[in-house]
Every structure is written in structure tokens, then in C-alpha cells.
């Protein structure tokens, strides 16, 4: 949720409102976005629909 808040600048509650695919495809999105910004760190850093759960 963070994540998404973060870069769209979106409240806890619409992030919220969001279920749980949405915010998957959304963090994907930012991650792709991110990646095309910034192509020579594309080898640093995952995106983070890639890192594990705790």
C-alpha cells in the first residue's frame, strides 16, 4: 500500500479501496514505470512484485 500511496500520492483509502489484484497490477505498473526511467539500474534493484514475503 505504501508503495502505490507513494508514487500516485493516493490516500490509505482509495489505495484501500483497491482489492488486492488491483494493487498487485498497480505495484507492476510503478515497477515497469520505474524500470523505463531508470534503465541502467534495471540489474540493481527488483521490481517489487518480484521480492518475497517475510
Known amino acids: 500500500m505504501a508503495f502505490i500511496s507513494y508514487y500516485f500520492?493516493?490516500?490509505?483509502?482509495?489505495?484501500?479501496m483497491l482489492d488486492h489484484?488491483?494493487?498487485?497490477?498497480?505495484?507492476?505498473?510503478?515497477?515497469?514505470?520505474?524500470?523505463?526511467l531508470n534503465?541502467?539500474?534495471k540489474n540493481k534493484e527488483k521490481s517489487i512484485t518480484e521480492l518475497k514475503p517475510f
Open 9 to 16: 500520492h493516493w490516500s490509505e483509502k482509495e489505495v484501500l
Open 21 to 36: 489484484a488491483q494493487r498487485r497490477r498497480w505495484c507492476k505498473e510503478i515497477s515497469t514505470i520505474n524500470a523505463s
Open 39 to 41: 534503465p541502467s539500474d
